[in-house]
């Protein structure tokens, strides 16, 4: 197992037992995990967004911390907050761990996310020229998410 999937699934246990709060020192966690500072970060900033459900606060000074909170917001809710936060453009990449984050949290079936994933690949974007595939891709993903929420 990747540092990082232990560092995921350490917070994620917290995260569970605290009832969805979990508040961490991060030089602690790293200590106790056995890994550098900064792979906390990667850890936070890759796996815990708001796109994937998750709204992380810090403090920084002595008696420093870092809140996770796992948000609940329904399904409607949830498309609207991962669309509102895509912006104007969106690279391949992104939008299939997006979308695989959607079914892993039962925000879209896997139909769904597998039609809006055909959609937006490079295979069916080829015939946009290279600078405006990941504007097009980013206004064909926002439209079918918010079809899918009605």
Avoid: W
């Amino acid at each position: 197992m990747r540092i990082s999937d232990s560092v995921a699934n350490y917070i994620l246990e917290l995260l569970n037992q605290a009832g969805g709060i979990a508040e961490i020192q991060r030089n602690e966690l790293a200590s106790f995990l056995g890994c550098v500072p900064s792979q906390i970060n990667y850890v936070l900033t890759s796996r815990f967004t708001p796109e994937q459900g998750y709204l992380v606060e810090s403090r920084r000074g002595g008696g420093g911390y870092i809140r996770i909170t796992r948000l609940q917001l329904s399904t409607a809710d949830m498309i609207m907050h991962i669309v509102n936060g895509v912006g104007e453009s969106l690279d391949s990449a992104t939008a299939r761990a997006m979308l695989g984050n959607m079914v892993e949290r039962g925000v879209l079936d896997r139909t769904s996310a597998e039609l809006i994933g055909a959609a937006v690949s490079e295979k069916s974007l080829a015939a946009v020229p290279r600078e405006l595939r990941d504007a097009v891709r980013a206004m064909i993903y926002k439209n079918m998410l918010l079809v899918t929420r009605r």
